[in-house]
């Protein structure tokens, strides 16, 4: 088991191990789509998928960040988006940009990110594939006329389905609805 420690929180994680259809164009029906990423399988175990924002909690402290590190405690199957990097650094540099935090910690929150998505670090990154990339349209489209999903939540939605990396864990309202509208399993939010 790795245990990873920073100033306020610890978190253990041991290891990790397309076809359209959507309103526009729809060649599968739902129960095919739901079939084709595993959405039948109720979430648990020890697979999970974090957007940017919950990852910044883990390396910055925020009034949620022990909520989300009790969450990911003994997960061994830990997965985000490649796109979680830039997403990452951005919101960093803002926080430090804003005064929420100094050019040191936003730093060194930085560094700790790095170690957690290198070889071994306990989070699995999904590539920003080309696949990943046509099915985030085909959320989009799914979504379309009932919830404004933004294309890099998109992304992020696509990265989740494909990876089958259930519950997602998001903050974000927009998201969230989405994922239900999709029947992605959400996980919990802080009470």
Not at 8 to 27: D, I, N, Y
Not at 85 to 101: F, N, Q, T, V
Not at 143 to 154: E, F
């Amino acid at each position: 088991m790795r245990v990873w420690c920073h100033s306020v929180l610890r978190v253990r994680f041991s290891g990790w191990t397309a076809t359209g259809c959507g309103p526009c164009r729809c060649t599968v029906t739902e129960n095919e789509r739901k079939s084709l990423y595993g959405l039948s399988v109720t979430a648990g175990g020890d697979a999970m998928y974090l957007d940017s924002a919950i990852l910044v909690k883990l390396v910055v402290r925020e009034p949620d960040s022990d909520f989300y590190a009790d969450l990911l405690d003994g997960r061994t199957a830990v997965q985000a988006s490649e796109l979680t990097m830039p997403e990452c650094r951005s919101a960093l540099l803002r926080k430090r940009e804003h005064g929420d935090i100094d050019a040191r910690t936003c730093e060194r929150a930085w560094e700790r990110l790095q170690s957690l998505w290198s070889k071994g670090g306990g989070l699995l990154l999904q590539p920003v594939t080309r696949t990943v990339l046509l099915e985030a349209g085909e959320v989009i489209c799914q979504c379309a006329g009932a919830v404004p999903v933004r294309t890099l939540d998109a992304i992020h939605i696509a990265s989740c389905l494909l990876a089958r990396a259930y519950p997602l864990m998001t903050n974000d309202r927009v998201m969230r609805s989405a994922a239900e509208r999709l029947g992605i399993p959400l996980g919990a939010t802080p009470p």
